[in-house]
């Protein structure tokens, strides 16, 4: 970095993740004139858009890739890879740099447990999580690939009930119908499966799933396809307008049966899972259900076993615990859910997916950028912009979104700027960090030596 850039009295702040959200967060700082370090916990900073969706969105991945890469390379973002806050970097030493301000981005990578009896005992005995399984599904057939491996069992259920999980059923069919093609010498690919569809395969080959004995996947869901959350009411939505919403909802839920041949098994609400001799899950024991408003009623007398080998659970995603960050449940503690701000800790801000608990890359980066708009208005004194969406940006979150944005707490005031003798300090640990690595700052080459020759 040009040290004339640091002789001039600025803010600096540090943002926790490089993917959708961080890399939004970033750049808006940037280009406000303020100092800005990236922290990635990966090689690359791409986040759930390369780990955390499936390989046939490969388009979409493509586009998010450059679109991340630009914005990190923008004038004054230091990019420091491989280095985890909480691990590399304790938080507290972090917040002890002298940053104006520090940005959580760093998605949300733990699984929601299901808070079902039995499921600690079940995980590596047939239970799998939909993160580590994605993951599989993305890298297993790259040559240097040594992760956790997974052995898809026919009939396996998948509990969920959003996009991921719809994900997951697709990922899970996919696996399995290759698998008995290939052993009829029938060679495939399973993004292109996905794209054509598992039916139109099929019927190309003159097959059907009973042709390969395959009976596929379920998924399981406390609630109806129309309360499924793969669409979002519109903020203010009106009573026909909600209707078309969750007509959406249930013509998506039948397209998947219909294009990728699992089973749905709705106001379906797990209880317990069921385990054979060997201690090897072998069931599923669930309760039907009825909803009443946001309220899941189980139906008494409808317990039933639902037998299976496997099950994938796939009901959200939950940030990492970093030590030093007050949590509530599963999320990190808030003050303001709006505007992810952390609870007694001013000068901390969650953006995207550590807020929404969301995989949606569009919801992540327009709450960081929403976030950021209030960080550089309200808390450091910048920026002339008024804020934007007025009406919040978590609305049909997971995460209790407030309904409105409402105004910046009274302890987001302007702060002075930092002096050069601090920036260049917070510049040279960043630097220092970075060739521990092997990181020399140029972003185009590292990316490119850090990138598998076959990666999908």
């Not at 959708?20 to 990635?40: P, R």
């Not at 858009?49 to 390989?55: A, F, M, Q, S, Y």
């Not at 949300?108 to 599989?136: C, H, S, T």
Request: proline fraction near 4%; charge should be negative.
């Amino acid at each position: 970095m040009d040290q004339t850039y640091l002789g001039t009295p600025r803010h600096a702040v540090a943002v926790i993740g490089g993917a959708c959200s961080g890399a939004e967060a970033a750049e808006i700082f940037a280009k406000a004139g303020i100092l800005t370090v990236v922290f990635e916990m990966n090689a690359r900073p791409f986040g759930k858009i390369e780990d955390g969706l499936p390989r046939w969105h490969a388009r979409q991945r493509s586009k998010e890739y450059v679109r991340i890469g630009e914005k990190l390379k923008t004038e004054g973002i230091v990019y420091v890879p491989k280095t985890t806050i909480g691990k590399d970097i304790s938080f507290e030493d972090l917040r002890s740099w002298g940053f104006s301000a520090i940005v959580l981005g760093c998605g949300a990578w733990g699984d929601r447990k299901m808070g079902v009896k039995g499921e600690d005992e079940a995980v590596g005995k047939g239970l799998i999580y939909q993160n580590p399984f994605i993951y599989w599904f993305n890298h297993h057939e790259e040559a240097g690939y040594a992760g956790e491996r997974y052995e898809i069992q026919d009939g396996a259920l998948v509990v969920g009930g959003g996009l991921a999980s719809i994900d997951v059923v697709k990922a899970i069919n996919l696996e399995l119908a290759a698998a008995k093609l290939r052993e009829r010498g029938i060679e495939c690919d399973v993004a292109a499966m996905e794209h054509k569809g598992l039916h139109k395969t099929l019927e190309a080959h003159g097959l059907t799933m009973d042709d390969l004995g395959l009976r596929g996947c379920t998924l399981v869901y406390r609630r109806s396809a129309a309360e499924m959350p793969v669409a979002q009411y519109k903020p203010g939505a009106d009573e026909e307008s909600r209707k078309k919403t969750e007509a959406v909802r249930e013509k998506l839920m039948g397209l998947t049966q219909t294009k990728y041949l699992n089973e749905f098994s709705p106001n379906t609400l797990p209880k317990e899972i069921m385990f054979d001799a060997d201690g090897n899950v072998c069931g599923l024991k669930v309760i039907k259900t009825r909803t009443e408003g946001r309220t899941v009623i189980e139906l008494e007398g409808t317990e039933h076993v639902i037998e299976t080998k496997q099950i994938f659970s796939s009901i959200g995603s939950v940030p990492r615990p970093i030590p030093g960050l007050p949590m509530r449940g599963d999320f990190y503690e808030y003050d303001d859910w709006d505007l992810g701000k952390v609870k007694d800790m001013p000068e901390v801000f969650g953006v995207g997916n550590v807020v929404t608990g969301q995989g949606n890359i569009a919801i992540s980066r327009r709450h960081a950028k929403r976030v950021s708009d209030v960080v550089l208005q309200e808390y450091l004194g910048v920026g002339e912009k008024q804020l934007d969406e007025p009406g919040g940006v978590l609305h049909g979150a997971e995460a209790r979104g407030t309904e409105t944005a409402g105004a910046v707490m009274d302890t987001l005031n302007g702060k002075d700027k930092l002096t050069p003798e601090t920036l260049a300090d917070i510049a040279s640990r960043a630097a220092a960090r970075g060739s521990e690595v092997g990181y020399d700052g140029a972003f185009d080459a590292w990316i490119a030596a850090n990138t598998p020759p076959d990666l999908v």
